[in-house]
T-cell receptor, first 113, second 115 residues
Framework: AQSVSQHNHHVILSEAASLELGCNYS??????LFWYVQYPGQHLQLLLK??????LVKGIKGFEAEFIKSKFSFNLRKPSVQWSDTAEYFC???????????FGRGTSLIVHP | EAGVAQSPRYKIIEKRQSVAFWCNPI?????LYWYQQILGQGPKLLIQ????????DSQLPKDRFSAERLKGVDSTLKIQPAKLEDSAVYLC?????????????FGNGTRLTVT
């Protein structure tokens, strides 16, 4: 069965620090990749997605992620975080031919002002 | 556009009682999902509907959980009887269609506490 690993469960940063959250999956075929974010008290919402083409995808609020097929990874990055980026971040993988995204356990990000 | 609506937001019940959650997806979204999110874990799919038909319910504990989407619009998830380990947030999500390129839109969830 496919699995999605987010190795950083809790990350604490100061404003203006750079962010990289790891996401690895265990499947060698075609995948669609997503990052979702859940701000405090709000619902899960899509941050960015990769289906095909340029492996560097840009999302909302200055976030980007890079798909590295050889490493089975889809890490999320932001050059300079803000206090408002405090949230839970979930990586999700959808196998080629499947309609169901599988989620990682999430990373809690706290940004200190 | 209006988002995915879920009710109630919170529910506290005793073990062995029954409970039901309601979800109204975004208008026009054919696909509806119910996820269970236990504290400290990512969302886990329980059941997926396409219109009023079940696409995948392989991870639904059918001895106690049931779900329906009779008219292909809103949906109800029921637990009967509840166990302590059912304490979780139950998330409903919808997407435009059943397909690879349809991101999910989530509701705020129902937080269930079983005592």
């Amino acid at each position: 069965a496919q699995s999605v690993s987010q190795h950083n469960h809790h990350v604490i940063l100061s404003e203006a620090a750079s962010l990289e959250l790891g996401c690895n999956y265990s499947y060698g075929g075609t995948v669609n990749l997503f990052w979702y974010v859940q701000y405090p008290g709000q619902h899960l919402q899509l941050l960015l997605k990769y289906f095909s083409g340029d492996p560097l995808v840009k999302g909302i609020k200055g976030f980007e992620a890079e798909f590295i097929k050889s490493k089975f990874s889809f890490n999320l990055r932001k050059p300079s975080v803000q206090w408002s980026d405090t949230a839970e971040y979930f990586c999700a993988v959808q196998l080629g031919g499947s309609y169901i995204p599988t989620f990682g356990r999430g990373t809690s990000l706290i940004v200190h002002p | 556009e209006a988002g995915v609506a879920q009710s109630p937001r919170y529910k506290i019940i005793e073990k062995r009682q029954s409970v039901a959650f309601w979800c109204n997806p975004i208008s026009g979204h054919a696909t509806l999902y119910w996820y269970q999110q236990i504290l400290g874990q990512g969302p886990k799919l329980l059941i997926q509907f396409q219109n009023n038909g079940v696409v995948d319910d392989s991870q639904l504990p059918k001895d106690r959980f049931s779900a329906e989407r009779l008219k292909g619009v809103d949906s109800t998830l029921k637990i009967q009887p509840a166990k302590l380990e059912d304490s979780a947030v139950y998330l409903c999500a919808s997407s435009i269609q059943l397909g690879q390129n349809s991101p999910l839109h989530f509701g705020n969830g129902t937080r269930l506490t079983v005592t």
